[in-house]
């Protein structure tokens, strides 16, 4: 069975992750669900001649202020889910809701704040046939689309959590690697899992250094699965070539430190060698690369081969 879930004012949430927001759909394990999100706020909007998806505006009009942080869709319940289970987010199709997307930057934040001191902004074309988008100057780049956020709910201790800052639960990890045909395994902190995706780009460079990427509107289909069998305390993902771990602090050093050290793990649990091996494997074989520099936790993401894994 496949579910569908639309982007509303009944059915988003902007800005934040909560254990106590109540579900706006469940399903069972193994169910799909196809979500549909938008992005941005009054003042992304694009001119006259594009697509504005009417659920946008209705989000809009139904905010008293414009919190920060980004519009999710959800939250799913998983029946049966709790704390310790792990929650396999297998993301089986990505797609543009619309024909633009958006790109700023405003002073003091980026990975260069002091040097761009005006706010600048770009609506950005995209086509949807051949999954381009055009920069103002002519360049056309290819479109990779994926959600920046994907998250199961904080543990209610937590409390309400920025979506902003990326955590154990997964939310703004903006890890462009996660498109169609990847999975995503997240550690289920509350009761449902309670799984929310937005934020959705068109394209990304590693980094992402000047706070967003080619923000745009995105509907996603997601085979939801709950594993008892796999002990996780952090996020993972696995491409059709690669395994991959996180790290997530507001150091990178200790970003790749934490990915590392998930890698080295992750191969002691897959090929049960020595973690002296599994160390030298990483050092010969694996790749450290930057997610993110600018959502307060940075990211780094560590990827190795899954052939190497035997």
């Known amino acids: 069975m496949t579910h569908r879930l639309p982007a509303s004012p009944e059915t988003c949430?902007?800005?934040?992750?909560?254990?106590?927001?109540?579900?706006?759909l469940t399903i069972r394990s193994g169910e799909r669900v196809t979500i549909e999100t938008v992005s941005g706020g009054p003042d992304a909007?694009?001119?006259?001649g594009f697509?504005?998806?009417p659920e946008l505006r209705a989000i809009h009009a139904a905010e008293t202020g414009i919190p920060s942080g980004h519009i999710l869709t959800g939250p799913v319940a998983i029946e049966g889910a709790r704390p310790g289970d792990v929650l396999e987010v297998r993301i089986l199709d990505v797609s543009l809701r619309q024909d633009w997307g958006y790109n700023r930057h405003r002073p003091l934040a980026g990975t260069l704040p002091d040097d761009f001191p005006a706010f600048h902004h770009m609506t950005l074309p995209l086509d949807r046939?051949?999954?381009?988008?055009?920069?103002?100057?002519?360049?056309e780049i290819p479109l990779a689309p994926f959600f920046g956020v994907m998250a199961v709910a904080p543990p209610p201790a937590w409390g309400r959590c920025t979506s902003i800052v990326p955590r154990a639960f997964g939310g703004n990890l903006d890890n462009k690697e996660l498109v169609a045909g990847t999975t995503l395994?997240?550690?289920?902190?509350a009761e449902g899992a309670l799984f929310s995706c937005g934020d959705g780009h068109g394209a990304q460079?590693?980094?992402?250094?000047?706070?967003?990427?080619?923000?745009?509107?995105?509907?996603?289909?997601?085979?939801?699965?709950?594993?008892?069998?796999?002990?996780?305390?952090?996020?993972?993902?696995?491409?059709p070539t690669h395994v991959?771990?996180?790290?997530?602090?507001?150091?990178?050093?200790?970003?790749?430190?934490?990915?590392?050290?998930?890698?080295?793990?992750?191969?002691?649990?897959?090929?049960?060698?020595?973690?002296?091996?599994?160390?030298?494997?990483?050092?010969?074989?694996?790749?450290?690369?930057?997610?993110?520099?600018?959502?307060q936790h940075k990211g780094v993401h560590c990827m190795l081969r899954k052939d190497y894994l035997i």
């Open 13 to 24: 949430r902007w800005g934040y992750l909560d254990a106590t927001v109540p579900p706006v």
């Open 45 to 48: 909007l694009p001119p006259e």
């Open 51 to 53: 697509h504005v998806p």
């Open 129 to 139: 046939e051949r999954l381009t988008a055009r920069m103002p100057w002519g360049l």
């Open 185 to 189: 395994f997240l550690p289920v902190l």
């Open 205 to 239: 460079g590693d980094g992402e250094v000047n706070v967003t990427a080619i923000e745009t509107a995105l509907s996603g289909t997601f085979e939801l699965v709950l594993r008892r069998d796999l002990p996780l305390a952090y996020p993972r993902a696995e491409t």
């Open 244 to 295: 991959i771990t996180m790290g997530l602090d507001p150091d990178l050093d200790r970003c790749a430190e934490r990915a590392l050290r998930e890698m080295i793990d992750l191969v002691v649990g897959r090929v049960g060698i020595t973690r002296d091996e599994a160390y030298a494997l990483c050092s010969i074989a694996a790749d450290l690369r930057v997610t993110q520099t600018v959502n």
